[in-house]
């Protein structure tokens, strides 16, 4: 008979302790503005993104190779690279530096070159030095214009959200380098 009881009792109190209310200590509601919040604004920006492979002092390093039994050899799935690329005012390396993007992407698909991009746009001169863009988002390479989500910012863009345009300006296939024209457009306060 005590094997029927412990299922029931067990059964009793799970429910109890699934009705029964909880106090948090963790979270609070906040007011409904609580950061002063000013109205939001439509910001677009025009920059260059400089992927360096080659050469002695790379901006983008392999991490991860890819995988031997890999038979997706054409589009080098699997592949993910660590950058910390330039972010120039014109396609011209040594144009007026911007910024940089540091993050990594990764050679996500089986079926053609896509890129998994994670990256912050880490802004360095101006009004919006020291903050950040964050871009998260598939890159298909070989469309002439990609377009990926910004999910969020840091500094005067907290609560960021938009979009990115990327449209590749040059590749040189025997380094890796290239030039990549974004276009930026964000929300923000």
Do not use: C
């Amino acid at each position: 008979m005590a094997h029927f009881l412990l299922p029931f009792a067990l059964s009793l109190l799970s429910t109890l302790s699934l009705t029964s209310p909880v106090t948090a200590i963790y979270w609070k509601s906040v007011r409904p503005n609580p950061f002063k919040l000013r109205t939001e604004k439509l910001t677009h920006f025009q920059f260059y993104w400089h992927d360096v492979q080659s050469g002695s002092n790379p901006t983008s390093i392999t991490i991860v190779r890819r995988p031997p039994v890999n038979t997706s050899t054409h589009t080098g799935f699997g592949l993910v690279n660590m950058i910390d690329d330039p972010l120039t005012e014109r396609p011209d390396i040594n144009s007026k530096l911007i910024g940089r993007a540091q993050g990594m992407y990764g050679l996500a698909s089986q079926e053609e070159v896509g890129l998994l991009m994670a990256m912050n746009f880490v802004f360095m001169t101006g009004r919006y030095n020291g903050s950040t863009l964050t871009v998260l988002g598939r890159n298909p390479v070989t469309q002439k214009v990609r377009e990926m989500p910004v999910i969020g910012g840091s500094g005067l863009f907290r609560f960021a959200r938009g979009y990115v345009h990327a449209s590749t300006h040059n590749v040189n296939t025997t380094t890796g380098d290239a030039i990549v024209k974004y276009g930026v457009y964000v929300l923000h306060y």
